[in-house]
């Protein structure tokens, strides 16, 4: 079974700070995706990543994909209330294969 | 569109009682899941289908049986259920397999098993 961690689990940054929240395995994924989930919701789909080294960039958010295709990174740039929810990241081993999820990371904005 | 619904969106049971969740969705899509989300845990496959008319195990099968009749309905079935099952449910659908692909979820029933 391959396992995506994620880290820190929680984090409570002040508005306009920046983060970073990482998602580590020791297996090699051929995509890897982000996801936000707000409470009582289910998680929407922010980005995929598939080629080592990738990094894709949302408005303040910015995703890697490492060299090697086993650890991720979301870093949000002068983060904002409208930034809190729950991140999680999942990956899959190869096209057809199910997606594993990462714990989660909650992210926290205060105004 | 209204994308993906479950029903309920709350539940509580009994242990021993069964259940069904429904998942419909209105995207025509082939793929449908069915995950559970436990805290710290992220979210994890318990079945999903392929198309109409087939099933088949994820990570966490045991305890639940699922059926795909229509393309636009995938069903979860509690036999007998458990504490163990409490969490909250969540399906999702998508088009294709393919890695680039985007799995678009439901709100979630959440249910608690006494």
């Known amino acids: 079974t391959q396992l995506l961690e994620q880290s820190p689990q929680f984090l409570s940054i002040q508005e306009g700070e920046n983060l970073t929240v990482y998602c580590n395995s020791s297996?090699?994924?051929?995509?890897l995706q982000w996801y936000r989930q707000e409470p009582g919701e289910g998680p929407v789909l922010l980005v995929t990543v598939v080629t080592g080294g990738e990094v894709k960039k949302l408005k303040r958010l910015t995703f890697q994909f490492g060299d090697a295709r086993k650890d991720s990174s979301l870093h949000i740039t002068a983060a904002q209330p409208g930034d809190t929810g729950l991140y999680l990241c999942?990956?899959?081993?190869?096209?057809?294969?199910?997606?594993?999820f990462g714990g989660g990371t909650r992210v926290l904005v205060k105004p | 569109n209204a994308g993906v619904t479950q029903t309920p969106k709350f539940r509580v049971l009994k242990t021993g009682q069964s259940m069904t969740l429904l998942c419909a969705q209105d995207?025509?899509?082939?793929?449908m899941y069915w995950y559970r989300q436990d805290p710290g845990m992220g979210l994890r496959l318990i079945h999903y289908s392929v198309g109409e008319g087939t099933t088949a195990k994820g990570e966490v099968p045991d305890g639940y049986n699922v059926s795909r009749l229509k393309k636009q309905n995938f069903l979860l079935g509690l036999e007998s259920a458990a504490p163990s099952q409490t969490s909250v449910y969540f399906c999702?659908?998508?088009?294709?397999?393919?890695?680039?692909?985007?799995?678009?979820f439901g709100p979630g029933t959440r249910l608690l098993v006494l």
């Open positions: 999702a659908s998508s088009y294709t397999d393919r890695v680039r692909e985007t799995q678009y």
């Open positions: 999942a990956g899959a081993a190869a096209a057809g294969n199910k997606l594993t």
């Open positions: 995207m025509n899509h082939e793929y």
């Open positions: 297996s090699v994924f051929s995509s």
